[in-house]
């Protein structure tokens, strides 16, 4: 079963309502839209979260990279961030277009996409805008740090483009956005993606096997 968290104001009554309450175990996917690790662990976590979707509740929750800025990232991170696509397209085999880094503008500025899959998630669409914003941003070397192409992103998926600006521009939903990244940052993590098991009141960290989801299922089986 998949379930989302909604905190306070436009996406719920409550700080933050967990579904899980009522269940005996929940995992959290602890996760950034613009991060490169994520993209590339994405295949082995979609079959992982299928092979256990009857046995526990899935809950995503966004952790957020980088806060909002207009300035263009210096030329010593765009290397850094390059060296890392690289290094994760030879680990794991996954794809980037690096036209990016010569199409766009680079900003180091990862929180209004992970504003957009919050509005997404209002309507049920958390995972479309994320792999949305995964492939606009690592394969039509796309910029999500940009307000216009999240909004063509959002029509994508079948939001209406005037109610997600004006949902993603509101002072409401980054404060939604705030409380989600500290309650996601105060579980057991390091990075993203993550994922941590709450069971009986106790989080557990999970290790990710980026290329194996038989191994991190086989770890989440052995704690439930």
């Known amino acids: ?22 269940m005996a175990t929940t995992l959290y996917y602890i996760y950034d839209p613009m991060c490169s690790w994520c993209w590339g662990y994405a295949p082995t976590w979609n079959r992982l979260q299928k092979q256990l979707a009857n046995h526990l509740d899935v809950v995503y929750g966004i952790g957020g990279l980088a ?14 961030l390059q060296q890392t696509w690289g290094e994760i397209a030879q680990q794991l085999g996954t794809q980037f277009n690096f036209d990016f880094w010569q199409q766009c503008q680079p900003r180091r500025s990862t929180y209004p996409a992970c504003r957009a899959t919050l509005v997404a ?24 740090s940009d307000i216009e192409t999240l909004q063509t992103l959002a029509i994508e998926i079948g939001l209406n483009a005037h109610d997600f600006l004006e949902q993603l521009t509101s002072q409401q939903l980054n404060n939604s956005l705030q409380a989600e990244i500290k309650i996601m940052r105060a579980m057991p993590i ?34 439930i």
Do not use: C
């Not at 079963?1 to 009522?22: A, D, T």
């Not at 009986?200 to 704690?223: C, E, G, P, V």
């Open 1 to 22: 079963m998949l379930h989302y968290l909604f905190v306070m104001g436009m996406l719920g009554h409550n700080l933050f309502s967990r579904p899980e309450m009522n």
């Open 67 to 80: 806060q909002d800025s207009n300035t263009i990232m210096s030329a010593e991170m765009q290397t850094l």
């Open 121 to 144: 998630r209002a309507f049920n669409k958390e995972q479309a805008m994320l792999a949305a914003i995964q492939q606009a941003y690592y394969l039509q070397a796309k910029n999500p």
């Open 190 to 223: 390091s990075g993203f993606p993550a994922l941590v098991l709450l069971k009986n009141q106790t989080y557990h960290a999970i290790t990710i096997d980026y290329k194996d989801w038989r191994k991190t299922y086989d770890l989440i089986m052995a704690k």
